[in-house]
């Protein structure tokens, strides 16, 4: 039987390749669901200040070195995907996961638990998270945004699903014992999970999927050095900008909405999960704008549309609440909105074939931005005493936001 014919019989869970790899997409939705419980954090946080006696800035340590370690692991992770494969990969990730949750169960102490769940917890994130969006970018070759948006929506809904589970569980079995079921259970998923992931054969493609795009990048020669490429750091500044501003206001979501606009804090609470909402179904939204419209062109509308939520907060006034939902509806839409434009640039301005160590590297300015945005904010508080302070330069990042997607995220015209 030639290549060709292979490819054409190719099948997926039984059903031709084009149609059983639809199929792939909530399989990846899911390890990424159970591996971003880890922004579901605050339902653990007063539960184990009482049992650890400990403060609610020691309390945050975990969950912040977690964040660090996933950004660090994801560049590393990349470079390994090829090598090592997806299926070892996710397995891999989810024994890491797994395991930082059940032995978080055991820590008797703030330091203890920074390593197990910060630290091991973290590190199994950053291994996994980006095996997922390989592998359905490797099965879209004609539909890459679409596909990996769809994919990351699990991530982005995680806190609506894991945080209510997690409340649930601690109210019936505390704290401790409920880290060590959910590692138990997301364990168990993920290494199920792993068994069915595969990659496509080389070059696989449904049929005449090119004449569908009229963005199609079949004929761009990619930049053979990523750190030597000058669409590379434009896409990283503008990547980083993004992500600084989201992840900025949502620290800030719900003591903006009890402090600024006085509203009590179980609207506040109940806000968040709306936000969570706009935040996952933006991911497809800008993953399939991003399949067809010139990347510049979707960052500055999304720089577009933080810069009227922050207009609009900077001049809220107290009861405006209509306001303040509005707003940060689009806070939380633009910062999903960009973990969908970041990878599918990606993989249109270098090799796809590349695309997990590319992507690795480029992911490094979600880590600044996470590092940055979660500091700034409070700081800000701490200095002027309000929060609507921390909009000014939020606004002021929007602008250049604007500008350097007009300019720095385009291809290098030298390729």
């Known amino acids: 039987m030639s290549i060709s014919s292979q490819k054409t019989d190719l099948k997926i869970f039984g059903l031709p390749a084009r149609q059983g790899r639809w199929l792939l997409i909530p399989l990846g939705m899911l390890v990424l669901l159970c591996l971003g419980t880890v922004y579901s954090w605050s339902v653990f946080r007063k539960p184990l ?41 996710t397995a891999l990730g989810g024994i890491v996961v797994g395991g930082g949750y059940i032995l978080s169960s055991f820590a008797d102490s703030i330091g203890m638990m920074v ?18 969006m390989v592998v359905v970018s490797k099965w879209f070759p004609d539909k890459k945004g679409l596909a990996v948006g769809l994919t990351i929506i699990g991530f982005g809904l995680s806190p609506i699903i894991t945080a209510p589970l997690a409340n649930e569980l601690i109210s019936v079995y505390t704290v401790k ?6 590692g138990i259970i997301f364990t168990v998923i993920i290494l199920g999970i792993a068994i069915a992931l595969r990659l496509p054969p080389k070059d696989w493609h449904p049929d005449n999927h090119f004449g569908n795009n009229p963005n199609s990048d079949t004929t ?18 503008c990547y980083a900008i993004g992500t600084l501003i989201g992840l900025s206001a949502i620290g800030i979501s719900s003591p903006v909405g009890e402090e600024v606009i006085n509203i009590d804090s179980g609207l506040a609470a109940t806000s968040v999960a709306v ?13 399939w704008l991003s399949d067809r419209f010139k990347p510049h062109h979707v960052a500055i509308a999304s720089y577009t549309l933080i810069l009227i939520a922050c207009i609009m907060m900077i001049n809220a006034q107290q009861e405006d609440t209509a306001t303040y939902l509005i707003a940060f509806c689009v806070f939380w839409f633009c910062l999903g909105g960009w973990l969908a434009i970041a990878p599918t640039t990606t ?22 931005g996470a590092l940055i945005g ?28 604007i500008f350097a997607a007009s300019f720095l995220l385009k291809r290098d015209v030298s390729n």
């Open 115 to 132: 390593l197990t769940y910060g630290v091991i917890a973290g590190t199994g994130v950053g291994i996994a998270y980006g095996v997922p």
């Open 275 to 287: 936000f969570a909402l706009f935040n996952g179904i933006s991911r497809p939204l800008f993953g």
């Open 374 to 401: 979660t500091l700034i904010t409070g700081q800000i508080r701490d200095w002027f005493g309000s929060y609507t302070f921390a909009f000014y330069p939020m606004a002021l990042l929007a602008v250049i936001g």
């Open 347 to 368: 993989l249109r301005f270098f090799n796809p074939e590349q695309y997990a160590q590319n992507y690795g590297i480029v992911f490094t300015a979600y880590g600044v």
């Open 177 to 182: 014992p409920t880290l060590r079921i959910l």
């Open 220 to 237: 761009f020669n990619y930049p053979n050095n990523l750190l030597k490429s000058k669409s590379f750091y434009g896409l990283w500044v």
């Open 49 to 89: 200040e009482g049992e650890l006696n400990i403060g609610a800035t020691a309390s945050l340590l975990p969950y912040t070195v977690a964040l660090f370690f996933y950004a660090l692991l994801m560049p590393i992770a990349g470079f390994y995907i090829p090598r090592w494969g997806v299926r070892v990969m």
